[in-house]
C-alpha cells in the first residue's frame, strides 16, 4: 500500500524558534498533499493543501506567513512552523492521495509530527 | 459551511459487546471515507462508500451509507481490545476534493 513518511516524529523547540516538518510520499507520486493539524481528543483541522509547482492554499483563519508550505517535487512536501509560540503545540499530520484530490481517492496519512514549544 | 457530525463522541464497552457509530452530513455526500486512528497514530483508512444504500463489510465491521447519502454507520460486532482508538468519517467537500472530517468517536474496550 503506499506509504506516507514524516518526519520529524516529535520536536521540542523554544519559542521564537521555526520548525520544518517534511513529508514524503515514498512509492507513489503525490502532486498534491494535505495538511492536518489535530489538537488533544479533537477531529482533523485542514490547514492547507499543498500543491506541487505552485503556491499552497490555505484554509480560513491560517496564516499563510506562519505555516510555510513548499511542495518540492511530486514526492516532498515541507511546513515550517515559523516563530513558533506555545500555542502552535499541537499534533501536525500530513496526507497524500494519489490523485490530484481526496475526492474520489483515500488519504494516506504520515505518522504526524507532536510539536511542544516551550 | 458544510458539517460532518458524528455520534457520540466517547463509547466505553465490555469486550465481545457491540458498537456503533454514526455520521451525519450537512449536505450530500458523492462519497463517505472511514478512518481509524490508534491512540498516539496517525489515521489509518479503512472504507470508502460511494452508492446510496451502500452496505460493506470487513470482519467484524459493518459499514453503511444513508439512502440520500447524507449519513453513515460503522458497526462493530463483538469488539475486542484491538478495536481500541478514535474512528473517525470524512466527506469531501463539494468539489473541492479536500476531506471534511467528523469530531470522531472513541472508543474503549474492557477486557
Known amino acids: 500500500g503506499a506509504v506516507v513518511s514524516q518526519h520529524p516524529s516529535w520536536v521540542i523547540c523554544k519559542s521564537g524558534t521555526s520548525v520544518k516538518i517534511e513529508c514524503r510520499s515514498l512509492?507513489?507520486?503525490?502532486?498534491?498533499m494535505f495538511w492536518y493539524r489535530q489538537f488533544p481528543k479533537q477531529s482533523l483541522m485542514l490547514m492547507a493543501t499543498?500543491?506541487?509547482?505552485?503556491?499552497?492554499?490555505?484554509e480560513q483563519g491560517v496564516e499563510k506567513d506562519k505555516f510555510l508550505i513548499n511542495h518540492a517535487s511530486l514526492t516532498l512536501s515541507t511546513l515550517t512552523v515559523t516563530s513558533a509560540h506555545p500555542e502552535d503545540s499541537s499534533f501536525y499530520i500530513c496526507?497524500?492521495?494519489?490523485?490530484?484530490?481526496?475526492?474520489?481517492?483515500?488519504?494516506?496519512f504520515g505518522n504526524g509530527t507532536r510539536l511542544t514549544v516551550t | 459551511g458544510q458539517q460532518v457530525m458524528q455520534i457520540p463522541q466517547y463509547q466505553h464497552v465490555q469486550e465481545g459487546e457491540d458498537f456503533t457509530t454514526y455520521c451525519n452530513s450537512s449536505?450530500?455526500?458523492?462519497?463517505i471515507q472511514w478512518y481509524k486512528q490508534r491512540p498516539g497514530g496517525h489515521p489509518v483508512f479503512l472504507i470508502q462508500?460511494?452508492?446510496?444504500?451502500e452496505v460493506k463489510k470487513q470482519k467484524r465491521l459493518t459499514f453503511q451509507f444513508g439512502e440520500a447519502k447524507k449519513n453513515s454507520s460503522l458497526h462493530i460486532t463483538a469488539t475486542q481490545t484491538t478495536d481500541v482508538g478514535t474512528y473517525f468519517c470524512?466527506?469531501?467537500?463539494?468539489?473541492?476534493?479536500?476531506?471534511?472530517f467528523g469530531q470522531g468517536t472513541t472508543l474503549q474496550v474492557k477486557p
Open positions: 496526507s497524500a492521495s494519489r490523485t490530484a484530490s481526496s475526492y474520489n481517492s483515500p488519504l494516506h
Open positions: 512509492d507513489f507520486q503525490a502532486t498534491t
Open positions: 499543498s500543491n506541487e509547482g505552485s503556491k499552497a492554499t490555505y
Open positions: 449536505t450530500t455526500l458523492s462519497n
Open positions: 462508500l460511494v452508492k446510496s444504500g
Open positions: 470524512a466527506g469531501p467537500q463539494g468539489n473541492t476534493g479536500k476531506l471534511i
